[in-house]
């Protein structure tokens, strides 16, 4: 593809080279060629933007890291497509390149990739892992392409693939408008090590950008590292958030245990008036001086050996509770507010005990999916209480405290979430994503 102007075009839209990087299905190699392509380009001295489609805390970490800038989520019911409209318009004033990152396959869930593909107008790269291959390449890339409306434009690009032989048979099997974006072979020194709930974070591989690095000179050959289609994104502001939080300090855990924070969320604060100040329930004895504490998710069942040990740390963490500190807890932040967590080997541990009961990871996925809550005692109207995110997790709870209310989810016959309320904590198993209700947000720390 040739390289396209990004001067404004009529009614003032911006056209910026874009992509959206998707697959039949996980794990065919999404994360690692968004990263190697944000790397290569980036290595260049273009300035590139990178959106996460879904919710995940993980993956973004890696491709800020290729990229040197912050990944946003694109997700048309978590974060509503105005946000996503928004956030979109302000990337294309300063980037070269705008690459997003689908999720699952490029046709699932509702809403998909696709959806968010088709909305946008961006073309779509479609990454198969085609090392067992050869036709059927083909006959999925075709299928990607045709199934429910038409992309603005598609190419192809075939991972894992073993000989230059293998990849003409590959290329040659594609059908109608598709281009072939190129073979990549299977790089093992290359690859991005994964556990329980995904890929590793930027900041537990020391070695990442070598990694990128070499993918980036394997892709630096192929067609698919010439500049995308331009996207025309026309000026969508952000919504106003009025300043609730205005000279409130807001204490955010964040360390290896507690590590699953969206940008956006730390954005909303910030625009909230809040002040940010940062501890680590692993490392440190106190609280800072502080208004107000969030408890993000994580892995707390890795650490719980640790964070049991820090009796200082959980002796403030109850002293603040008691003292009527406003809380939030989300998921990994709530399961170290239990009496006890039970790790993956079976080992207990003594957390806060903020709330009663026991936490326990299991083998298999307890819960994924969208989470909506209204909230009732933020003191906001009924019509204006309501608060999305999602719910990824491993673990089950066992408390004698009913919760204050229950999250739905989207899906027909899925399962919402407990949300919990002890005095002026509130936990529950939910990702919220803040700009969804900043106001809710905000009386939740303030402790209305």
């Known amino acids: 593809m040739s390289s396209p102007s990004t001067a404004p075009l009529a009614g003032n839209p911006l056209a910026v080279p874009a992509l959206l990087v998707a697959a039949p299905a996980s794990g065919q190699g999404k994360t690692t060629v968004t990263a190697a392509l944000a790397r290569l380009h980036a290595r260049q001295g273009r300035r590139v933007r990178i959106f996460k489609t879904g919710p995940d805390f993980l993956d973004p970490t890696l491709l800020a890291a290729a990229s040197g800038a912050p990944v946003h989520s694109i997700d048309l019911w978590m974060t509503g497509e105005a946000d996503a409209r928004a956030r979109l318009a302000e990337a294309a004033r300063d980037a070269d390149l705008i690459l997003v990152e689908g999720v699952m396959g490029l046709h699932d869930g509702t809403p998909s990739s696709a959806d968010v593909a088709r909305l946008f107008g961006l073309p779509v790269l479609a990454v198969i892992q085609a090392g067992a291959m050869a036709q059927t390449f083909g006959a999925i890339a075709h299928g990607l392409a ?27 099997s594609l059908r109608g408008r598709m281009k072939w974006a190129g073979a990549l072979a299977r790089h093992v020194e290359a690859s991005l090590p994964e556990r329980h709930l995904g890929l590793f974070s930027a900041d537990e591989l020391p070695d990442l950008m070598t990694r990128l690095d070499h993918l980036a000179d394997a892709l630096a ?34 360390d290896d245990a507690f590590r699953f924070i969206y940008p956006a969320n730390v954005d909303t604060l910030l625009a909230l008036g809040a002040d940010l100040v940062w501890f680590s329930p692993l490392h440190d ?37 008691a003292s009527g500190l406003p809380m939030l807890a989300e998921c990994g932040g709530m399961m170290a507010l239990f009496e006890t967590l039970v790790d993956r080997d079976g080992a207990p541990h003594a957390m806060a005990g903020l709330l009663p009961g026991t936490v326990t990871m299991q083998r298999k996925l307890a819960a994924i999916g969208h989470q909506m809550a209204l909230l009732p005692w933020t003191g906001l109207p009924p019509e204006s209480n309501e608060i999305r995110g999602h719910t990824f997790h491993y673990s089950t709870t066992e408390s004698t405290l009913a919760p204050a209310i229950s999250a739905t989810s989207p899906r027909p016959g899925g399962k919402g979430e407990a949300v ?28 209305t």
């Open 146 to 172: 045709n199934y429910g409306e038409s992309f603005c434009a598609m190419q192809v690009l075939a991972n894992g693939v073993g000989t230059e032989r293998h990849a003409l048979m590959l290329e040659e």
């Open 221 to 254: 050959t192929l067609p698919v590292a010439e500049l995308p289609l331009a996207v025309p994104f026309r000026h969508a502001p952000m919504a106003a958030v009025p300043p609730l939080l205005a000279g409130k300090r807001v204490a955010i855990a964040r």
């Open 285 to 321: 004895a106190a609280l800072p001086p502080c208004d107000a504490v969030w408890l993000p998710g994580g892995y707390p069942e890795l650490h719980g050996a640790a964070l049991a040990s820090n009796l200082s740390m959980l002796q403030a963490l109850r002293g603040a509770h």
């Open 420 to 447: 919990y309320r002890a005095g002026s904590l509130t936990a529950s198993y939910v990702h919220f994503y803040f700009p969804s209700n900043p106001a809710a947000i905000a009386a939740l720390l303030l402790g």
